[in-house]
């Protein structure tokens, strides 16, 4: 048993422990019952809770925890972070983003993924506990995944997210908890959390004092069904946001927490706030927060009352103690929400010997093992998003030369986007390019320009080198340094979030440039980004255009593989590119109409779930087990799709439907079903897909879900219904229609 001694380690910006605490080993053996594993999880809890003062227990309910030397209790921090790999650990797999991982529309390997995420997780902590390291960011209880509606994309931290679709963020969300979590039936591998719950997606502005107001309608239709669903899944925590919904913090939101979440959906997990967001609460709205209470101690009670059981901030350690003194808050109600938190860290096996499951065993040479690079290499692959191809690619990979340029092209911060691992072996776009070009070939780089500002020399030795290559690929895009959380975007005067929704102006006149200098040979323009981008401009002076999000440590390798045709681009958009903003209703506005595939009315620049192949693929007449079924029967509906083209490549298959008889508003069409196969050059498949009775319920304005009697048209296809996806040259879509009776 590992034991520490420290102090006061609650603090903001505070470790667990401090680099001078020293850390002493204790071979003792402790006999107390809760480190008996034959006793039941709840006698454990309850014998543990019965040996600590009312001070250890706000200790034991914040986010970093002190050590109980007269129990062996070692000091835990319960925050950690694996949006795309383990976060701010250390070495870690560096996956691509997570709007990336979306736009795979891949569950399965949304699982792959996260199961290696979690054996690299356990790994590392095995590795520091070994060390006696205590350390934020060591422990095994992870505050991923955020599963947000990216309903506007000047939010900043949408990148985060799986996009703007509630169904795809359900199946990819409950697909990443499930490989966070663990099959163990009796252990979890780590703690997976959602959040923020709920209705969160900025401004990051104003996000301590924002009321988002959502009617029951999008409540229901919108923003909850994915938290429905991870909770359906036992994910083992939920993060309630920093704003209000509905008038009240999230946090201190009873109807969100205990009615919804809690008696409604039964969740048995354990609720924590967003850090320092019960700070919020006392933080007069003047001073920008919620000005809910007065006091830490109001606070605290306010909070616990309302089934927060973990603290991520300072409000619960000296506020508890106060708040029970005070009469604000029994003993027995900190007692209840302490014996939920510590169900965690007893079901992780952290009071049980070492060695009592295999994860103890995990070794750490997994992480970034060859085979976790290669998936990393994958899922940059299959999120690329290829949005104009004129025939420029592929390019062959023995043309005489070979010029990359722009401010991306080198950068390997674009690689990584936020909540990130790092990692001693990240392939930028130029080393992609370069590993994969003949040696026989000039390949020319130089940057040309800064990210997002003109340059102070006014000689331009950069873009004639577009007229005396065979290949042009320009490297644009933003990054983190413009988009993300308030405080990491340094470079943005909006904390984040993106009120311009270009380019920077001086990339596109670079661009203008290389175009006039190239003539007709070929410009391939690689955009990174978390977030949509008005494109229209560089599409029109490009011949190919992939949009490569963050793609991660092997994201420079997954690009060439693209660029010259080792893999098809096969990449979906999880997020509609609108034309300008003033397509979209106000930043503040919760309302969902205008907003995302489903009630845009307006045409948008690149639809939801289009994206490009080097193949192309024809859909047959889609077949029904009935053409009439009642509200409560499953049908079957199978379509025959062939690569009609010359390259093998992988298809996201879509089905998407519409009620064409609703009484009450409705979505233009919903999506409903995805399957991603890989196909060789003319081959068939007849892909199936089996609708239950909840693909035909529609939310009506009081937020209820229900059937009606109708006729419902099915599409399926390789983007979804838009006009303006076939415009941009996707598939058509194949059609049939079903009434339910």
């Known amino acids: 048993m590992i034991i520490a001694c420290q102090k006061n380690v609650n603090s903001k910006d505070s470790s667990v422990p401090s680099e001078d605490i020293a850390l002493a080993e204790s071979h003792q053996e402790f006999d107390y019952p809760f480190y008996n594993p034959s006793l039941s999880l709840e006698e454990r809890v309850q014998d543990l809770i019965s040996r600590l003062t009312l001070e250890e227990k706000a200790d034991q309910m914040m986010h970093n925890t002190n050590a109980i030397e007269r129990l062996g209790i070692p000091p835990y921090s319960w925050w950690n972070e694996a949006l795309h790999g383990v976060g701010r650990s250390g070495v870690a797999t560096v996956f691509p983003q997570a709007i990336g991982l979306g736009a795979t529309f891949d569950e399965e390997l949304a699982l792959r993924v996260s199961s290696a995420i979690s054996d690299e997780a356990r790994a590392m902590h095995n590795a520091a506990k070994a060390k006696g390291y205590y350390k934020r960011y060591s422990g095994l209880t992870f505050w991923t995944p955020n599963i947000n509606i990216f309903r506007d994309p000047r939010w900043g931290r949408g990148q985060e997210t799986y996009g703007e679709d509630p169904y795809l963020t359900s199946r990819l969300g409950t697909a990443f908890v499930k490989g966070l979590q663990g099959d163990n039936p009796n252990y979890l591998k780590t703690a997976a959390c959602a959040k923020h719950y709920a209705v969160h997606s900025g401004p990051e502005k104003l996000r301590h004092e924002f009321d988002a107001e959502a009617n029951p309608k999008d409540l229901w239709e919108t923003y909850l069904p994915a938290f429905e669903a991870l909770v359906q899944a036992d994910v083992e925590s939920v993060m309630c946001a920093y704003n209000s919904t509905n008038g009240a913090p999230c946090c201190a939101n009873t109807y969100l927490i205990s009615d919804v979440l809690l008696n409604k959906w039964g969740f048995k997990g354990h609720v924590l706030s967003d850090c320092w967001a019960i700070v919020d609460f006392y933080t007069p709205s003047d001073k920008g927060g919620h000005g809910t209470v007065e006091t830490a101690a109001q606070a605290s009670a306010l909070a616990v009352k309302n089934r927060v059981s973990l603290n991520c901030g300072s409000t619960y350690l000296e506020g508890i103690p106060e708040a029970v003194k005070q009469g604000l808050l029994t003993e027995a109600e900190v007692d209840r929400e302490l014996a939920t938190l510590l169900k965690t860290r007893f079901k992780l096996g952290l009071f049980d010997p070492s060695g009592s499951h295999h994860y103890d065993d995990i070794p750490i040479d997994v992480v970034d093992s060859d085979e976790h690079r290669a998936l990393a290499r994958e899922v940059a692959q299959k999120g690329i998003v290829m949005l104009k191809n004129n025939g420029a690619l592929p390019l062959k990979n023995d043309l005489a030369r070979y010029f990359v340029t722009g401010p991306n092209a080198a950068n390997s911060d674009i690689l990584l986007g936020n909540y990130f691992g790092v990692n001693p072996k990240l392939v930028t776009v130029l080393e992609g390019i370069a590993g994969a070009v003949d040696h026989a070939s000039q390949l020319q780089y130089r940057m040309g320009i800064m990210l997002d500002r003109p340059n102070s020399n006014p000689q331009d030795w950069t873009t004639p080198n577009a007229g005396k290559s065979d290949a042009t690929i320009a490297v644009l895009g933003i990054s983190g340094l413009l988009e993300g959380e308030e405080g990491e975007s340094i470079a943005s005067a909006t904390l984040g979030d993106r009120f311009e929704y270009g380019l920077p102006e001086n990339q596109l006149e670079f661009l203008r440039k290389l175009r006039k200098e190239a003539g007709e040979r070929p410009i391939i323009t690689v955009v990174t980004g978390g977030s949509p981008i008005d494109l229209a401009e560089v599409e029109a002076l490009s011949d190919a255009v992939l949009f490569v999000w963050y793609p991660g440590e092997e994201g420079g390798n997954a690009i060439a593989d693209i660029i010259f045709g080792k893999v098809s681009p096969s990449g979906r958009l999880p997020i509609t590119f609108p034309k300008s903003y003033e397509q979209l209703p106000a930043y503040e506005d919760y309302t969902m109409k ?116 109708g006729i419902f048209k099915i599409y399926i296809g390789g983007s979804s219904p838009m006009k303006r996806s076939v415009v941009l040259g996707a598939s058509k879509m194949a059609e049939t229609t079903v009434e339910v009776r």
């Open 594 to 709: 205008g907003r995302t595939y489903k009630y845009m009315e307006k045409e948008p620049l690149y639809p939801f779930g289009f994206g490009l192949s080097y193949t192309s693929f024809t859909y047959g007449s889609p077949k029904l087990s009935s053409k009439t079924i009642t509200s409560k029967d499953t049908v079957t509906v199978s379509v025959e799709v062939t690569n009609s083209g010359k390259v093998d490549s992988d298809e996201v298959i879509q089905l998407y439907v519409a009620d064409m008889e609703a009484s009450f508003e409705i979505p233009n069409f919903q999506l409903q079903g995805v399957k991603r196969s890989h196909f060789k050059a003319g081959e068939s498949k007849t892909i199936t897909f089996e609708l239950e009775p909840k693909a035909f319920k529609m939310v009506n304005d009081k937020g209820e879900r229900l059937i009606e009697p």
